[in-house]
């Protein structure tokens, strides 16, 4: 059975942690070690207007630091959970009050990703399970989805993917789309989202054989604070063994 291994990172800062792995044994074949049964969950906060983002499930507030998470930030890691169906809260840290709420469904030894999204009084919590168990490892090849998280990203920006003058995705993605994985030559990526007027920007990244991304389609259009404007990020989930 291949595993999904080693580091997570935030390229911008420099942040190297590791994934939280799961054992897949059954009971029989560990007796006398009965293991809990658990989930990783992985956070963002993408919300240009809360620089601080709690996250709680069934009322149980995850560790995501002493500040929370500020904006364009992770979790850095996926963080082990509960399983079974649980309420997401998201909220600002500093007040407590709600942000959003959804809920998951979260399976034994599963991966999943909790982005929070939205702006102006207008939020929304995406929960998505990671199938990265379906990914396979490759020579000269990662892995890459995206997620676009640009509020009133109205008409449906074209995102683009390319590698090697090969398109892995080209396409419009409305407000919260996240894609599947898809497999792309490793090496230098040209990534892009635009409409042709208020969303406009470009990126080159480096993916690294046999890793997985995703890429993060964040900011305000026609936001002044550069900080909040449209840019493109992305971060590591992990690494396939075979």
Same mark, same amino acid.
């Given at each position: 059975?291949?595993?999904?291994?080693?580091?997570?990172?935030?390229?911008?800062?420099?942040?190297?942690?590791?994934?939280?792995?799961?054992?897949?044994?059954?009971?029989? +074949?560990? &007796?006398?070690?009965?293991?809990?049964?658990?989930?990783?969950?992985?956070?963002?906060?993408?919300?240009? +207007?809360? &620089?601080?983002?709690?996250?709680?499930?069934?009322?149980?507030?995850?560790?995501?630091?002493?500040?929370?998470?500020?904006?364009?930030?992770?979790?850095?890691?996926?963080?082990?959970?509960?399983?079974?169906?649980?309420?997401?809260?998201?909220? +600002?840290?500093?007040?407590?009050?709600?942000?959003?709420? #959804?809920?998951?469904?979260?399976?034994?030894?599963?991966?999943?990703?909790?982005?929070?999204?939205?702006?102006?009084?207008?939020?929304?919590?995406?929960?998505?399970?990671?199938?990265?168990?379906?990914?396979?490892?490759?020579?000269?090849?990662?892995?890459?989805?995206?997620?676009?998280?640009? &509020?009133?990203?109205?008409?449906? &920006?074209?995102?683009?993917?390319?590698?090697?003058?090969?398109?892995?995705?080209?396409?419009?993605?409305?407000?919260?789309?996240?894609?599947?994985?898809?497999?792309?030559?490793?090496?230098?990526? #040209?990534?892009?989202?635009?409409?042709?007027? #208020?969303?406009?920007?470009?990126?080159?990244?480096?993916?690294?054989?046999?890793?997985?991304?995703?890429?993060?389609?964040?900011?305000?259009?026609?936001?002044?604070?550069?900080?909040?404007?449209?840019?493109?990020?992305?971060?590591?989930?992990?690494?396939?063994?075979?």
């Amino acid at each position: 059975m291949k595993q999904i291994l080693k580091a997570v990172r935030w390229p911008a800062a420099g942040l190297f942690l590791t994934v939280m792995l799961f054992a897949a044994c059954k009971k029989d +074949d560990n &007796p006398g070690n009965i293991r809990t049964p658990a989930a990783g969950l992985m956070v963002f906060n993408l919300s240009p +207007d809360k &620089p601080a983002v709690g996250l709680s499930l069934s009322g149980s507030n995850l560790n995501l630091g002493v500040a929370g998470l500020g904006y364009n930030n992770f979790s850095g890691s996926y963080l082990p959970i509960y399983t079974g169906t649980r309420e997401v809260r998201s909220f +600002d840290y500093s007040t407590g009050s709600t942000i959003a709420i #959804s809920n998951g469904v979260f399976a034994d030894s599963g991966y999943y990703s909790a982005f929070v999204l939205g702006a102006n009084g207008n939020y929304q919590n995406v929960v998505v399970k990671d199938e990265l168990d379906s990914l396979t490892a490759a020579s000269g090849k990662a892995w890459v989805r995206y997620i676009n998280a640009i &509020p009133d990203s109205t008409g449906s &920006p074209t995102v683009t993917i390319t590698a090697n003058g090969e398109n892995v995705f080209n396409e419009a993605a409305s407000y919260g789309n996240l894609s599947s994985f898809s497999r792309v030559n490793a090496g230098t990526v #040209s990534t892009s989202v635009s409409n042709e007027g #208020s969303i406009s920007a470009s990126r080159n990244i480096t993916l690294e054989e046999n890793k997985i991304y995703t890429v993060l389609l964040t900011g305000l259009p026609g936001a002044t604070d550069s900080s909040k404007a449209v840019q493109i990020k992305f971060i590591q989930n992990g690494t396939i063994t075979p």
